[in-house]
T-cell receptor, first 111, second 115 residues
Framework: QKEVEQNSGPLSVPEGAIASLNCTYS??????FFWYRQYSGKSPELIMS????GDKEDGRFTAQLNKASQYVSLLIRDSQPSDSATYLC???????????FGTGTSLTVIP | EPEVTQTPSHQVTQMGQEVILRCVPI?????FYWYRQILGQKVEFLVS????????KSEIFDDQFSVERPDGSNFTLKIRSTKLEDSAMYFC?????????????FGPGTRLLVL
């Protein structure tokens, strides 16, 4: 079973729309969850972290965590063409202290 | 703004050769990491390093890999005998505290191609 799973996409949304990115993880007792953005050929950059059930908002980004469903999502409001990138979900599993990334979801925002 | 740097940006080597990938973490950071990303695949954790020793490593980090902090600034990843499947982008990262992901900075990466 894969530790962290994401739909690879591609996901296309028009400019100004809400983009919704989803991630599931295998370890029920995981505590730490992160969203990274990666532009093609570049290194990952952290967008948000979330540790508690519920929503966490930062500007146009909202992370949502549901530990019972082992599900974490990222909403991007008012999507911009510059948001076009691959979004990586990452989890620190409680079975160790390693940082597991999902395969990423490719997002394209169409002007 | 401080940043993690990596050299070289690209490395081409023959199968079986040794390569050393270099990283200069941010100067006041204490924890260092190596990740790899095979083209089109996910970012994979290799190893974390603190206080001059490995603190965590993944199954990928087998005996052909080693890490070292030879001086106060560099952090290196050595692959002793490269294989074709070692071809990937290798990212170094550093943070001031363990798994301090709010402040975990990734370097730009070294693209390794094994022929």
């Amino acid at each position: 079973q894969k530790e962290v799973e994401q739909n690879s996409g591609p996901l296309s949304v028009p400019e100004g729309a809400i983009a919704s990115l989803n991630c599931t993880y295998s370890d029920r007792v995981s505590q730490s969850f992160f969203w990274y953005r990666q532009y093609s050929g570049k290194s990952p950059e952290l967008i948000m972290s979330i540790y508690s059930n519920g929503d966490k908002e930062d500007g146009r980004f909202t992370a949502q965590l549901n530990k019972a469903s082992q599900y974490v999502s990222l909403l991007i409001r008012d999507s911009q063409p510059s948001d076009s990138a691959t979004y990586l979900c990452a989890v620190i599993l409680n079975t160790g202290n390693q940082f597991y990334f999902g395969t990423g979801t490719s997002l394209t925002v169409i002007p | 703004e401080p940043e993690v740097t990596q050299t070289p940006s690209h490395q081409v080597t023959q199968m079986g050769q040794e390569v050393i990938l270099r990283c200069v973490p941010i100067s006041n950071h204490l924890y260092f990491y190596w990740y790899r990303q095979i083209l089109g695949q996910k970012v994979e954790f290799l190893v974390s390093f603190y206080n001059n020793e490995i603190s965590e490593k993944s199954e990928i980090f087998d005996d052909q890999f080693s890490v070292e902090r030879p001086d106060g600034s560099n952090f290196t990843l050595k692959i002793r005998s490269t294989k074709l499947e070692d071809s990937a982008m290798y990212f170094c990262a550093s943070s001031p505290n363990q798994w301090g992901v709010e402040t975990q900075y990734f370097g730009p990466g070294t693209r390794l191609l094994v022929l």
